[in-house]
């Protein structure tokens, strides 16, 4: 603590001011799966600041909720009223040509109206995602912070409404090399709310989340379900849940204590798979234990204080030897990676771009996205799972982030938990990614291998993997992750970052991984109608020779179960600053315009066409022993 002098002003000379926003984190622990739930907007016009300072966390600012700027006593540097209208869910990048740089605070504020619907509800403020610190305070009073730029969170705001509110939203967009991501990404770091604001309603004792899926013991005839309730205090909520699946004739009763029930139930889905995504739906119903009896009806129901209701489909995803196998039967994922970021809007989006996107993916005979580098918008995984789309999904544990800093690993772990607890009802999800390209190091296998136990911990119906970097002095597949992993991913660039081709057919002989292997990218840059010769960089005839030679070689090699190229759309990247580039990623199969393919597009047609043929009369069965 610094020695403080009579003089001293604690809004000036405060370096350390940040830290009373980081005592009350918003962390998975609180997320409240929000599915089918009634919501309300915030969305639309908030007045915002860019506050390069940082002066509203270190001064205060949001204390004075309740005074306007004409009717205070003392001269006061904000003025919320007048600021200028901004959109939320936008990225302040595009939103103002001033902003296209700017990387400190955003603050931004509205008011609300609220009345209570019935006695006793509890009001939830949900974020779907802002980046990349975000300080939420409501009237005058810290809610608290988050950290993560891609992952939802939300606060139990009931304690501090009132009837009419102020919000304040600082978003803290400043990289740090002690963060997930850190500051160094060959993506745009966009700032601001982003992604949808709502308010959700909910009753004093509630059905907080609920994980449904087949259970994953190759029968394909149980369905699991664990659910959790919380009320004012989780330990004392006793009482029972109702599981109802009309469609397979489920009605199951759950007993509820501690605030948790399991339960297995037998039952024959029709399986979810990309040719044919089948859904059901789900409710859930919760009743407190003395409320029970007296709610039991004649059909076996009860009248229930509170319930949801979902839509969710049954598949099972295994790995054998070194295949990948979906329902009992071997596939091929013919996918390609996409970054969120778009031409006009950068990583907000919608379902009519979500649905583009896979319709795209369609037209290249693929059936799997890797959603690169960090979790996309919760509707894409809603989307794919009706569209019939596999997909990866990842944190951004990218490159070199600090493996030997407990805090970093707090920080990776609580984004994966939000993305696991967002997404593990959604069919589409079979892979989670806990990382990309990050050199083999004692810290890092630490960090890594705890991210993948934790995973399987919380989900233990899907493949665990991440994006790995090859051995490039053995020429080899190897690196110590692997043993944690279901399915090692790797990244290559032979052919563009190493010209020498040849590296790569040497590499998949001289390896025995054991596991199936996902080449997570490969590719090249080249500039939209530039043209040339199969030598000259950055042209579309070097990008389409290349794809023609990697998916040769991969054709060749038993152990590829998949493939995802770098990647389907150009996208923003300061890093990239030559002729070609102009802040742009070149390597996508279509330009930053999402329309205009490029000649590689339909080398990647031609491999998966090829490669659909073979899914559609498979010859291998997980029960028939393929091993190597
Ligand atoms: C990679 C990274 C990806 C980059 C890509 C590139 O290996 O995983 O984020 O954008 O290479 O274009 O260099």
Known sequence: MKEKSGNYQ???HNSGYESEYLESMLESSDLINIAGRETESLNGKWNFAEDLYDTCRRAHWFRGESCGFSDAQVPLDYDWESWEPISVPAVWNLEKHELHYFEGSGVYTRTFHYYPKSKGERLILRFEGAAYRTSVFLNGKLIGTHDGASTPFNADISDAVKTFNRIIVVADAGRNPLRIPMENTDWFNYGGIYRDVYLVRLPQVYIKDWFIRLCPDGTFSNIIADIDIQGADKSYVY????????ELRIKQEIDISNGKGSVKVSAKPELWNPENPKLYDVEISFCKIDEFKASKQKDGGFKSSDNVKDRIGFREIKTKGQEIFLNGKKI??????????HFALGKTTNPEIIRQTIC???????NYFR???YPHDGRFARIADEEGVLLWEEVPVYWAVAFDNAGTYKDAENQLCELILRDRNRASVIIWSVGNENADTDSRLGFMSALAKKAKELDDSRLVSAACLINHEKLKIEDRLSDFLDVIGINEYYGWYDPEFDKLPRILNNSNPGKPVLVCEFGGDARSGQRGSVDDLWTEDRQKRLYEQQTETFKKCS?????TPWILYDFRCPRRLNRYQEKFNRKGLIDADRVTRKPAFYVMQKFYEEKKQIDCFPDTDVNADNSV
């Open 360 to 366: 795209d993916l369609k037209e290249m005979n693929g």
């Open 10 to 12: 604690s809004d000036i």
């Open 559 to 563: 152990y590829i179960a998949g493939t």
């Open 332 to 341: 091929f994922l013919r996918g390609v990676c996409v970054h969120e970021d």
């Open 371 to 373: 959603l690169a580098h």
């Open 239 to 246: 009482g029972k849940a109702l599981l109802e699946i009309k």
